[in-house]
């Protein structure tokens, strides 16, 4: 049973931090690309960034030099550090994972997590 588990959302203010991880199960990680997409309410799901099975990391362009992707094959977790974080970054975060190749379209990625509400205040 694949099992994709994100943690590490909440509240902070504008120019604050958060780490999200997720924590997977039930597939073999290191064959996965990891992205982390976001919805904010009454939007669509948009993506944030993806890391290939080699590390390379691929971001939005409104994260770029703000947010990191990384990832730790060794305890099947992918994480995403959010820096100088903005009120337009709230959103509820979702990883995903997709075989093999690292794409930007959510409709490629087949293993989704449950999400985790990331609240920036102003």
Do not use: H
Not at 36 to 50: D, I, S, Y
Not at 75 to 83: A, G, P, S, W
């Amino acid at each position: 049973q694949v099992q994709l588990v994100e943690s590490g959302g909440g509240l902070v203010q504008a120019g604050g931090s958060l780490r999200l991880s997720c924590a997977v199960s039930g597939l073999t990680f290191s064959s996965y690309a990891m992205g982390w997409f976001r919805q904010a309410p009454g939007k669509e799901r948009e993506f944030v960034a993806v890391i290939s099975r080699i590390g390379a990391g691929t971001y939005v362009d409104s994260v770029k030099g703000r947010f990191t992707i990384s990832r730790d094959n060794a305890k099947n977790t992918v994480y995403l550090q959010m820096n100088s974080l903005k009120p337009e970054d709230t959103a509820v975060y979702y990883c995903a994972g997709r075989i093999w190749v690292a794409t930007m379209d959510s409709r490629d990625f087949s293993s989704w997590g449950q999400g985790t509400q990331v609240t920036v205040s102003s």
